[in-house]
């Protein structure tokens, strides 16, 4: 297993965040991964329009998952309307 950063940006809505994020963590159990923190960056504006959002709630997930599950979780997160953006990165040891 290797250590992810998780970058997520959720829609401002309260209701759109807490079930974009309910699905995302869902997701994460579902393939395996484990959740070691979240950090609320807070809401903050978009450089640009993506899904028709121009402000965004962003959260750090950092997790530890295993590489070949990454490509399943993207897929399963193409899915999720209430997550407007997200990011893998890989932290070195």
Same mark, same amino acid.
């Given at each position: 297993?290797r @250590?992810y950063? +998780?970058? $997520?940006?959720?829609?401002i &809505?309260? &209701?759109?965040?807490? $079930?974009? %994020?309910?699905?995302?963590?869902?997701? +994460? #159990?579902?393939?395996?991964a484990?959740?070691?923190?979240?950090?609320?960056?807070?809401d903050?504006? %978009? #450089?640009?329009?993506v @899904? @028709? !959002?121009?402000?965004?709630?962003?959260l +750090?997930l *950092? /997790? @530890?998952v295993?590489?070949?599950?990454?490509?399943d /979780?993207?897929? !399963?997160?193409? +899915? *999720? *309307?209430n997550?407007?953006?997200?990011?893998f990165?890989?932290?070195?040891e």
């Amino acid at each position: 297993m290797r @250590k992810y950063e +998780l970058m $997520t940006i959720f829609p401002i &809505d309260e &209701d759109k965040y807490k $079930t974009g %994020l309910e699905a995302a963590r869902a997701v +994460l #159990t579902e393939f395996g991964a484990e959740i070691e923190s979240e950090e609320s960056y807070g809401d903050r504006d %978009l #450089t640009y329009e993506v @899904k @028709k !959002q121009k402000r965004g709630r962003f959260l +750090l997930l *950092n /997790i @530890k998952v295993n590489p070949a599950k990454v490509l399943d /979780i993207d897929r !399963q997160f193409k +899915l *999720n *309307n209430n997550l407007v953006k997200y990011m893998f990165v890989r932290v070195e040891e």
